[in-house]
């Protein structure tokens, strides 16, 4: 089975005696995680050396970094590099998150090469695509993304990008008053998947695990989670509060 994956992204939320403590509180419930079950825990650059430790001795729990930068190093002032990350024994991280997208104007040519340096450093890259909603109304939402993987995915070969984790956001529905529905999660994911499978094979496109990124909370995951093409989720304001993220644990099938 492909692994399912219940991924907290942070953002810039917490102090690190907050980020300690919900981490203690989450581990406090002793969830033992299947052998498909991932739970990564994407925090703010200071907390990571902190929050590897903690996770260290819960099988299949994982810190990740929320961003890298695109070059190996040099002269890039307030940057961190993939090298870094693998230094201090990081394994995953998010790359080209929307809001990265939006705020910082990262392209599609800047998250292949941050790929590229990820997988050359034993990371596991959690690459972010989706549409905003004037590309969601204009009905071309297919044709973007799939522009999204192939721009950033496709000179990879199968067996590197069996090594990569896709999270599909749907842009539109956070926080526009919008709600994506069940089935255009499923329906999204399966294009994606297709869109894969016409490049690598279906074998390959069959071990991708697809996360979905659109307001996944405590009360939906289970629903969201069952469809048959989404495999866990990328969750945000969620993954704040202990109770919540725990459920969230739970809901992975």
């Given at each position: 089975m492909r692994k399912q994956i219940a991924a907290a992204n942070w953002k810039m939320n917490l102090t690190y005696q907050q980020g300690e403590q919900l981490l203690s509180d989450i581990l406090a419930e002793g969830i033992a995680l299947a052998n498909h079950h991932y739970a990564?825990?994407?925090?703010?650059?200071?907390?990571?050396?902190?929050?590897?430790s903690e996770l260290s001795d819960?099988?299949?729990?994982?810190?990740?970094?929320?961003?890298?930068?695109?070059?190996?190093?040099?002269?890039?002032?307030?940057?961190v590099s993939a090298e870094m990350l693998q230094s201090i024994g990081i394994k995953f991280c998010v790359i080209g998150h929307s809001e990265r997208r939006e705020y910082f104007g990262e392209t599609n040519k800047d998250l292949a090469e941050k790929l590229n340096?990820?997988?050359?450093?034993?990371?596991?890259?959690?690459?972010?695509?989706?549409?905003?909603?004037?590309?969601?109304e204009k009905g071309t939402q297919n044709d973007?993304?799939?522009?999204?993987?192939?721009?950033?995915?496709?000179?990879?070969?199968?067996?590197?990008?069996?090594?990569?984790?896709?999270?599909?956001?749907?842009?539109?529905?956070?926080?526009?008053?919008?709600?994506?529905?069940?089935?255009?999660?499923?329906?999204?994911?399966?294009h994606l998947r297709a869109v894969l499978a016409?490049?690598?094979?279906?074998?390959?496109?069959?071990?991708?695990?697809?996360?979905?990124?659109?307001?996944?909370?405590?009360?939906?995951?289970?629903?969201?989670?069952?469809?048959?093409?989404?495999?866990?989720?990328?969750?945000g304001g969620a993954s704040l509060i202990a109770a919540d993220f725990v459920q969230i644990i739970r809901s992975l099938k």
């Open positions: 990564v825990f994407a925090v703010p650059f200071p907390y990571l050396v902190l929050a590897n819960s099988r299949n729990y994982f810190a990740s970094a929320q961003n890298c930068y695109q070059k190996k190093s040099g002269a890039f002032t307030g940057e340096l990820c997988l050359g450093c034993q990371i596991t890259p959690i690459f972010c695509c989706g549409e905003p909603l004037q590309i969601r973007y993304v799939e522009q999204q993987l192939k721009e950033s995915l496709f000179h990879f070969s199968a067996d590197q990008l069996t090594k990569i984790v896709v999270a599909y956001e749907p842009i539109w529905a956070i926080g526009t008053g919008k709600t994506a529905t069940n089935q255009q999660a499923q329906d999204m994911h399966a016409k490049k690598y094979g279906q074998a390959i496109a069959d071990e991708i695990s697809i996360l979905y990124g659109g307001s996944v909370k405590a009360a939906n995951a289970k629903e969201i989670f069952g469809m048959p093409d989404v495999d866990g989720g990328l969750v």
